[in-house]
């Protein structure tokens, strides 16, 4: 063992401490190094005086992340786990291979980094290791602690992480919550976050803010040099989400982990190891939504089998309760219901009851006429009739139809028409409730052919007093996930943790809300859809359940107030721009029907990619993305039912058929012809200040003539004055070719391209 101790180096000098935003902080330290593989990042690893270990992060000659503290304050051990470390060993490695996710935005993707592992010890036998990673666009780091170690049981009071930055920067940020990210985003400089923060925070049915200068993962942020940061966390496993808690006068966030009902930031026994903390730094916004550094930095595929993990494409009897036109529940005749108490039989139906027998038939039948995969119906449980505000533990059992709702004959009607339900389980946040029911739930979902469950957690969380990001919670999650997938179950999971790449390694984990999405209706700002991307999606695919085409909510329900702030052409342009292998088209049928020709784009764009090209993006003002399907997802949607079906297959399956333009009778002769022509969709989504971009189709086959239909904004299109205006047109098109687009207030475009043949 090589012991060594590194100090920092605080030259005498007073220029080494700023003066200026960074505070009284020293600027540099020397001490073990990495770069990474392009040679522009520099990580620095130093001990100061006291044994507290600090990192540093440039990038070439800038400075991006000054010398900060890493270490934790504990409950027991005597408090402090920051000073008194030695170094013990320094390991040096490096990294390069591609791996191919189940489905993503690229079939493939490289993870190539350089590795340091600091094993750091102090003299009574407490052992804490550093292993930072560094990529060519951002860095990785963790706490491990190994099993030869005098901590064994600890209980974590704060994580001291810091991340100092160099200036007053502009972020994109949410409020620093413990049990909500349903808030729209703001644009402001670190300076201003504590002016700003209260009129951010708005009423969710569970919320629990910490600061005034609290803000969440991941956050964005720009440096006056021009540099994009965003700074995140990777692989969250039985340990909370973090916050971040800005010292506005230093310009030094500080990681401020959920803490359990004890008040307990964690709970840790050796061996274990915390979550990574990352920081990107890239130099064009356009390469944050390239980057795959949480994804890299979560262990690969835990799931042998994936055959019946795939992409869906669906509708639900769903909005129709979001906009307050239908109900959850059944009846108004029990205020207050009880499971196995209850006799709905007995109820008087109060009419208003959206998961009924017709309705539910008359979604599938749209469904399968326009090439989607499936069908969500929520409100199909008993249960609904309280299920809010209450804080009830024995809320649902998730196994109980209500009496209009036939589970057996329709899911047997859906899948004779090629289509699936999605299971719906709403846990009112009774998570002790959930796993009671678990099992029973997820086999009576086996037992009628659901293979994908959106699950959700409205309310203060049961067991009482825990938090929606705390590490109990951060377990529950991952345990309904890991059991889904014994049984072949698909999960989107509503209101749970922000996701952190665990997609990586659990794939059939295929959506997360964990953002404000379209529910929150006209409450959302314009421009909101051109921050997601840069922070929410980064740590995996949103259901932000898009595709609205009916924007003032007093068409549906009279007493309804309020536009949504945003026009057609730019929920089409969303399916482009949110990557996430599960996209809903979240409007009526009746909606859609008024608008045939647009509604065409959202039947044809694919959900998974294997190729993706960001064209030009700014957060907080506008994202131009071109994508490239990956033929071989197409089908499987369809083929899982077909399964289902004793192996009686649809010849060509919905999705497929639209994004190849065939027509209904095709054979898989004529989808296999279709695929030899080459497809690429291109979304842009945009502010409230109506911007033109130009669109280089650079991307496509050079020499090759493609057919586009091109989806824009109609002249007058705004989204306070004529947001359902648009216009379509047809063009041929080349890799030589570019087009100016004009993208609305509130606006949007999208574009289909068939090679023509
Ligand atoms: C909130 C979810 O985000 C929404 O999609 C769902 O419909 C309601 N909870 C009811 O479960
Ligand atoms: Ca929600």
């Not at 964005?220 to 800005?246: F, M, R, S």
């Not at 609904?384 to 505000?389: I, K, M, P, T």
């Not at 998730?398 to 709702?405: A, E, G, H, S, V």
């Not at 314009?526 to 840069?534: C, D, E, N, Y």
Request: glycine share 8%.
């Amino acid at each position: 063992m090589i012991f060594k101790r590194l100090i920092a180096i605080v030259a005498a000098a007073a220029a080494l401490w700023s003066c200026g935003g960074a505070g009284n902080r020293v600027q540099t330290i020397e001490g073990e190094t990495i770069t990474s593989p392009d040679g522009h990042l520099k990580l620095v690893f130093a001990l100061a005086q006291d044994g507290t270990p600090m990192y540093s992060l440039d990038k070439d000659s800038l400075k991006v992340v000054l010398p900060s503290k890493l270490g934790f304050a504990l409950f027991d051990n005597g408090g402090d786990l920051q000073t008194g470390f030695t170094v013990k060993e320094v390991t040096r490695d490096s990294f390069d291979e591609v791996w191919e996710p189940v489905w993503g935005e690229e079939a493939q993707i490289r993870n190539h980094y350089n590795e340091l592992l600091v094993a750091l010890g102090r003299e009574d036998g407490t052992a804490m290791n550093l292993r930072f990673r560094l990529y060519d666009d951002g860095l990785g780091f963790r706490y491990e602690f190994p099993v030869e170690n005098k901590l064994t049981y600890f209980s974590v009071k704060e994580e001291l992480t810091e991340f100092a930055m160099t200036g007053d920067h502009t972020a994109w940020w949410i409020p620093g919550d413990y049990d909500t990210q349903e808030y729209n985003y703001t644009e402001s400089r670190l300076s201003e976050v504590r002016g700003k923060y209260e009129g951010m925070r708005i009423h969710n049915a569970s919320a629990e803010g910490f600061s005034p200068t609290g803000v969440q993962t991941a956050l964005q942020l720009k440096t006056d040099d021009g540099l994009y940061l965003n700074i995140h966390e990777a692989e969250v496993v039985d340990y909370p989400t973090t916050n971040l808690e800005l010292d506005d006068k230093n310009f030094v966030f500080r990681t401020w982990l959920t803490p359990d009902a004890e008040g307990v930031k964690g709970r840790l026994q050796a061996p274990c190891k915390t979550p990574w903390r990352t920081v990107m730094v890239v130099e064009k916004a356009v390469d944050v939504l390239a980057s795959r550094l949480i994804l890299n930095l979560n262990e690969p595929c835990a799931i042998e089998d994936v055959s019946w993990i795939h992409p869906v494409k669906y509708m639900g009897v769903w909005w129709e309760m979001i906009t307050g036109k239908s109900a959850w529940s059944y009846t108004d005749d029990y205020p207050s219901v009880q499971l196995g108490v209850t006799d709905y039989s007995k109820a008087k139906p109060h009419g208003r009851h959206g998961a009924n027998n017709e309705n539910v038939r008359r979604h599938i039948d749209f469904a399968a006429e326009n090439g989607f995969d499936a069908i969500l119906v929520e409100g199909w449980n008993e249960g609904w009739e309280d299920w809010y505000g209450h804080k009830k533990d024995f809320v649902f059992d998730f196994q109980t139809p209500y009496p209009d709702f036939d589970i057996a004959a329709l899911n047997e009607y859906a899948h004779s028409k090629g289509i699936r339900l999605v299971m719906h389980h709403e846990t009112s946040s009774s998570t002790l409730n959930y796993e009671r029911f678990i099992e029973p739930a997820y086999d009576l979902m086996n037992k009628y052919g659901y293979n994908s469950v959106k699950s959700g957690y409205v309310g203060d969380i049961i067991p009482y007093g825990e938090h929606h990001y705390s590490q109990p919670l951060i377990n529950h999650y991952l345990l309904c996930i890991k059991k889904a997938a014994e049984h072949h179950i698909m999960v989107n999971a509503h209101e749970a943790v922000r996701p952190t790449g665990l997609c990586r390694t659990w794939p059939n984990l295929i959506g997360n809300e964990a953002a404000m999405g379209t529910e929150y209706r006209a409450g959302i700002h314009a421009g909101h859809a051109t921050v997601l991307p840069f922070t929410r999606l980064q740590g995996g695919p949103m259901d932000y359940t898009p595709g609205i085409f009916e924007m003032d909510m007093s068409r549906i329900v009279p007493t309804e107030h309020g536009k949504m702030q945003m026009t057609i052409a730019n929920q089409l342009g969303i399916y482009v721009t949110f990557y996430s292998p599960l996209q809903m088209a979240a409007d009526f049928p009746e909606h859609y029907q008024r608008f045939m020709d647009a509604f065409q784009f959202i039947k044809d764009v694919a959900v998974d990619w294997d190729k993706s090209v960001y064209l030009d993006a700014e957060p907080g003002a506008y994202i131009v993305t071109a994508r490239h399907p990956k033929l071989a997802s197409l089908n499987k949607a369809q083929e899982s039912v077909a399964t289902l079906k004793d192996g009686k297959k649809n010849a060509v399956s919905g999705a497929a058929k639209y994004v190849y333009a065939l027509p209904e009778n095709a054979t898989t002769a004529d989808l296999a012809r279709a695929k030899a022509r080459d497809v690429w969709y291109v979304g842009g989504v945009n502010d409230e200040n109506a911007r033109e971009v130009l669109v280089a189709f650079d991307f496509l086959k050079p020499g090759v003539n493609y057919e586009a239909d091109i989806y824009l904004d109609g002249d007058d299109a705004d989204y306070e004055i004529a947001p359902q205006s648009y216009k379509i047109e047809k063009r041929t098109l080349t890799s030589a070719d570019s087009l100016t687009v004009r993208m609305a207030r509130g606006g949007g475009f999208a574009i289909s391209l068939r090679e023509l043949l």
